[in-house]
C-alpha cells in the first residue's frame, strides 16, 4: 500500500482526526434529524448531566440528527471515533447546549437538509501558509522555480495544466504547486458518507490520478469516511484497488510535498 494512504489510515483510526480536521474543513452547523420517544428520555438525562459522550451518542441513534455538521456521518459510521475527538464532541455539544431541549426536540422533527458548501475551505485553508508558503498567482508562479503553489480558480489551474503539463482532462484543479523542482497537482475531496454524490467526488479524484502522460506527480487529497477500517467500497478501493496511487489526507499534504 502507498506510503501516505497508509499514514493517513493510521491518522483517523488513531488519533484525534476529525478534531483536526476541522482546521481544514471548519464547516458550521446548523441542522436537523428526527424522534424516537424512548431514546428521548436519555437523551433529557444525558442533556442535563453534561454528559457529552452520552449526548451524542444518544442522539446518533435518531432517525435525524439535530444539527447538520459534516462531521457528523463519520461519527455515525464509526463510533469508536466519538472517544478519539474530544474536541469534535464537545463542539458539537456545545452547539447543543445553546440550542437547549426544546429547541433540539423540534430541529429533530424537521426534515433534513442536506447541502455542503466545503469546497472552497481547502483553498482557504492554503492560503493561510499552512503549507510553509503563501500561494502565488500565475505570473509569480510562472516566473520562478523556487517551490510555490499556485492561487487561481479550478478552471484557471486546468488551463494552466493543459498548457505546460499535458493535463487533458476536462476537469478544474484544487492543488497546483511546484517542489523541488517537480510539479504536483491533485483535487482536494472531504468525503462525509458513503454513496451518491460523495462516490462521484471519489471518482474524480481517482480520475486525476490515473491520468496519462500528465508532466506532473498526481495526488488525491482525500479525507473522511474512505479512512473508516472494514468493508466499505471506499476503503478496499484505497487500499486495494489503488493502493499504489498516491492517496492521502489534507492532515499529511505537507509532509508528503517536502519529502518529494
Given at each position: 500500500?502507498?506510503?501516505?494512504t497508509?499514514?493517513s489510515?493510521?491518522?483517523?483510526?488513531?488519533?484525534?482526526?476529525?478534531?483536526?480536521?476541522?482546521?481544514?474543513?471548519?464547516?458550521?452547523?446548523?441542522?436537523i434529524?428526527?424522534?424516537?420517544?424512548?431514546?428521548?428520555?436519555?437523551?433529557?438525562?444525558?442533556?442535563?448531566?453534561?454528559?457529552?459522550?452520552?449526548?451524542?451518542?444518544?442522539?446518533?441513534?435518531?432517525?435525524?440528527?439535530?444539527?447538520?455538521?459534516?462531521?457528523?456521518?463519520?461519527?455515525?459510521?464509526?463510533?469508536?471515533?466519538?472517544e478519539?475527538?474530544?474536541?469534535?464532541?464537545?463542539?458539537?455539544?456545545?452547539?447543543?447546549y445553546?440550542?437547549?431541549?426544546?429547541?433540539?426536540?423540534?430541529?429533530?422533527s424537521?426534515?433534513?437538509?442536506?447541502?455542503?458548501?466545503?469546497?472552497?475551505?481547502?483553498?482557504?485553508?492554503?492560503?493561510?501558509?499552512?503549507?510553509g508558503?503563501?500561494?502565488?498567482?500565475?505570473?509569480?508562479?510562472?516566473?520562478s522555480?523556487n517551490?510555490?503553489?499556485l492561487?487561481?480558480?479550478?478552471?484557471?489551474?486546468?488551463?494552466?495544466?493543459?498548457?505546460?503539463?499535458?493535463?487533458?482532462?476536462?476537469?478544474?484543479?484544487?492543488?497546483?504547486?511546484?517542489?523541488?523542482?517537480?510539479y504536483?497537482?491533485?483535487?482536494?475531496?472531504?468525503?462525509?458518507d458513503?454513496?451518491?454524490?460523495?462516490?462521484?467526488q471519489?471518482?474524480?479524484?481517482?480520475s486525476?490520478?490515473?491520468?496519462?502522460?500528465?508532466?506532473?506527480?498526481?495526488?488525491?487529497?482525500?479525507?473522511?469516511?474512505?479512512?473508516?477500517?472494514?468493508?466499505?467500497?471506499?476503503?478496499?478501493?484505497?487500499?486495494?484497488?489503488?493502493?499504489?496511487?498516491?492517496?492521502?489526507?489534507?492532515?499529511l499534504?505537507?509532509?508528503?510535498?517536502?519529502?518529494?
Open positions: 500500500m502507498n506510503y501516505w497508509k499514514l489510515i493510521d491518522f483517523a483510526n488513531q488519533r484525534n482526526y476529525l478534531d483536526e480536521l476541522f482546521q481544514i474543513y471548519p464547516t458550521i452547523p446548523e441542522g434529524r428526527d424522534i424516537d420517544k424512548e431514546i428521548w428520555n436519555k437523551i433529557e438525562k444525558s442533556f442535563e448531566k453534561k454528559d457529552n459522550i452520552e449526548l451524542i451518542k444518544m442522539l446518533l441513534g435518531l432517525n435525524l440528527f439535530p444539527i447538520k455538521d459534516s462531521y457528523v456521518a463519520y461519527l455515525k459510521r464509526d463510533l469508536s471515533s466519538i478519539r475527538n474530544p474536541n469534535t464532541i464537545n463542539r458539537l455539544c456545545g452547539r447543543l445553546e440550542m437547549g431541549l426544546d429547541k433540539i426536540y423540534e430541529k429533530c424537521e426534515p433534513k437538509e442536506t447541502n455542503r458548501q466545503i469546497g472552497p475551505l481547502f483553498k482557504r485553508w492554503l492560503k493561510k501558509g499552512s503549507l508558503i503563501a500561494p502565488v498567482n500565475i505570473f509569480d508562479f510562472e516566473k522555480k517551490n510555490a503553489i492561487d487561481a480558480s479550478d478552471a484557471e489551474m486546468q488551463s494552466w495544466c493543459k498548457k505546460n503539463l499535458n493535463y487533458n482532462r476536462d476537469k478544474g484543479l484544487d492543488f497546483v504547486g511546484r517542489f523541488n523542482g517537480k504536483i497537482i491533485g483535487e482536494a475531496k472531504f468525503l462525509t458513503f454513496g451518491g454524490h460523495q462516490n462521484t471519489f471518482a474524480d479524484a481517482i486525476t490520478i490515473k491520468s496519462k502522460n500528465v508532466k506532473a506527480i498526481k495526488i488525491a487529497i482525500l479525507d473522511g469516511v474512505l479512512y473508516i477500517k472494514g468493508g466499505n467500497k471506499m476503503y478496499r478501493d484505497v487500499t486495494e484497488t489503488y493502493k499504489e496511487e498516491n492517496i492521502l489526507s489534507a492532515l499534504l505537507r509532509d508528503f510535498i517536502y519529502s518529494i
